[in-house]
């Protein structure tokens, strides 16, 4: 063996070793968060907020698509009954109609006051961001939210125009919050990392961060390597979602590794919960098992995940979600800051 083979073979192992030690740490930084939650499956702390959630939510875009209101809402109730307590919802998704679905699901039985209810608002400025978010209680039949996030930055000017002090989001947010509309504030995106490091630049309190993690996302534009650890340091609720990189579980199909593994490494993070996109009672089951039967994932398994995404996600062409020119974010924004 030449010295420059023993050079990169002495190399390639020292970094092995490095990442087996750093997902070793993570994965026990995430057991040691957990308590045992609803119905077996357990809590996490959203970062210093003072609040919990279950370690996995229900994705609000899924859980009514492809099905009648009825289907939708007895899905919603068997995911409660199994102890899934942590509900997604957007003020976009399906053009509302999945905050209504919600919304009629929650109100049976008293069940809301059983759910921590997150929804986002697409607008940036100060009077569409109030209407949306009045739109978001109405439809979802609640007089307050748990969570309220700014949906899907990534856009130009996404953090000025929500931030400016006199017609920014921001400003709406607070007002809101004072009247008890919601508890938490945070804010979710797909495309680019520096864009949610920009937005944490502002030092704004937030109480979450939404952000894609999944084995590909480990080596392209990484959410995992730059976003998550400066929410660890100041201490912000982490949300994983974009475990199997789109509806249609293109890690899975495309790399050829099972769901389970896929969902496991997201969990394994430290993260407050993975938010899953759920369309049938078969993946509802599914998750619930996982969620309950819980334990980090290894070092060694992580590791051998990994080695397989790295030539994979080198372009970037499984998150599509991460190509600007995909056309693929909030709907409610598709052409309008560009125009």
Same mark, same amino acid.
């Given at each position: 063996?030449?010295?420059?083979? #023993?050079h990169?073979?002495? *190399?390639?192992?020292? @970094?092995f070793? /490095?990442?087996?030690?750093?997902?070793?740490?993570?994965?026990?930084?995430?057991?040691?968060?957990?308590?045992?939650?609803?119905?077996?499956?357990?809590?996490?702390?959203?970062?210093k907020? =003072?609040?919990?959630?279950?370690?996995i =939510?229900?994705?609000?875009?899924?859980?009514?698509?492809n099905?009648?209101d009825?289907?939708?809402?007895? %899905? $919603?109730?068997?995911?409660?009954?199994?102890g #899934?307590?942590?509900?997604?919802?957007?003020?976009?998704?399906?053009? =509302?109609?999945?905050?209504?679905?919600?919304?009629?699901?929650?109100?049976?039985?008293?069940?809301?006051?059983?759910?921590?209810?997150?929804?986002?608002?697409?607008?940036?400025?100060?009077?569409?961001?109030?209407?949306?978010?009045?739109? *978001?209680?109405?439809?979802? &039949?609640?007089d307050?939210?748990?969570?309220?996030?700014?949906?899907?930055? /990534?856009?130009?000017?996404?953090?000025?125009? #929500?931030?400016?002090?006199?017609? !920014?989001?921001?400003?709406?947010?607070?007002?809101?919050?004072?009247?008890?509309?919601f508890?938490?504030?945070?804010f979710?995106?797909?495309?680019? +990392? /520096?864009?949610?490091?920009?937005?944490?630049?502002?030092?704004?309190?937030?109480?979450?961060v939404?952000?894609?993690?999944?084995?590909?996302?480990?080596?392209?534009?990484?959410?995992?390597?730059?976003?998550?650890?400066?929410?660890?340091r100041?201490?912000?609720?982490?949300?994983?979602?974009?475990?199997?990189?789109?509806?249609?579980?293109?890690?899975? &199909?495309?790399?050829?590794?099972?769901?389970?593994?896929?969902?496991?490494?997201a969990?394994?993070?430290?993260?407050?919960? %993975?938010?899953? !996109?759920?369309?049938?009672?078969?993946?509802?089951?599914?998750?619930?098992?996982?969620?309950?039967?819980?334990? +980090? $994932?290894?070092?060694?398994?992580?590791e051998?995940l990994?080695?397989q995404?790295?030539?994979?996600?080198?372009?970037?062409? #499984?998150? /599509?979600?991460k190509?600007? @020119?995909?056309?693929?974010?909030?709907?409610?924004h598709?052409?309008?800051?560009?125009a």
């Open positions: 063996m030449s010295n420059s083979e #023993i990169h073979f002495s *190399s390639s192992r020292r @970094q070793l /490095q990442a087996m030690a750093g997902m070793a740490a993570l994965s026990a930084e995430a057991l040691a968060m957990q308590r045992p939650g609803p119905a077996g499956i357990p809590v996490r702390p959203l970062g907020s =003072g609040a919990s959630v279950t370690i =939510g229900l994705g609000g875009w899924d859980v009514v698509a099905k009648s009825g289907d939708a809402i007895r %899905l $919603m109730h068997e995911a409660l009954d199994s #899934i307590t942590f509900f997604d919802k957007a003020w976009e998704y399906h053009d =509302g109609r999945s905050e209504e679905v919600m919304g009629r699901a929650l109100q049976e039985g008293g069940r809301r006051e059983n759910v921590f209810l997150m929804s986002k608002v697409c607008a940036r400025d100060y009077e569409g961001a109030k209407r949306h978010i009045e739109d *978001s209680l109405r439809r979802l &039949r609640t307050r939210l748990d969570l309220l996030q700014f949906h899907s930055l /990534q856009y130009p000017g996404d953090q000025e125009r #929500i931030m400016d002090p006199d017609q !920014g989001a921001l400003k709406a947010a607070l007002e809101a919050k004072k009247a008890g509309k508890r938490y504030l945070g979710t995106g797909h495309q680019n +990392p /520096q864009v949610h490091l920009k937005m944490l630049a502002s030092d704004y309190p937030f109480d979450s939404q952000m894609p993690l999944n084995i590909l996302d480990a080596h392209y534009m990484s959410f995992e390597k730059s976003v998550l650890p400066e929410c660890r100041r201490e912000i609720g982490v949300l994983g979602m974009k475990s199997l990189a789109a509806q249609n579980g293109r890690i899975a &199909r495309d790399l050829n590794v099972g769901w389970e593994l896929c969902r496991r490494y969990m394994s993070l430290p993260i407050a919960s %993975l938010v899953c !996109g759920i369309q049938t009672r078969e993946q509802l089951l599914g998750m619930v098992r996982v969620a309950k039967d819980f334990k +980090p $994932m290894g070092a060694e398994e992580a051998a990994l080695v995404s790295r030539n994979p996600s080198r372009d970037g062409h #499984i998150e /599509q979600y190509n600007p @020119q995909s056309g693929y974010g909030c709907s409610y598709t052409g309008v800051l560009e």
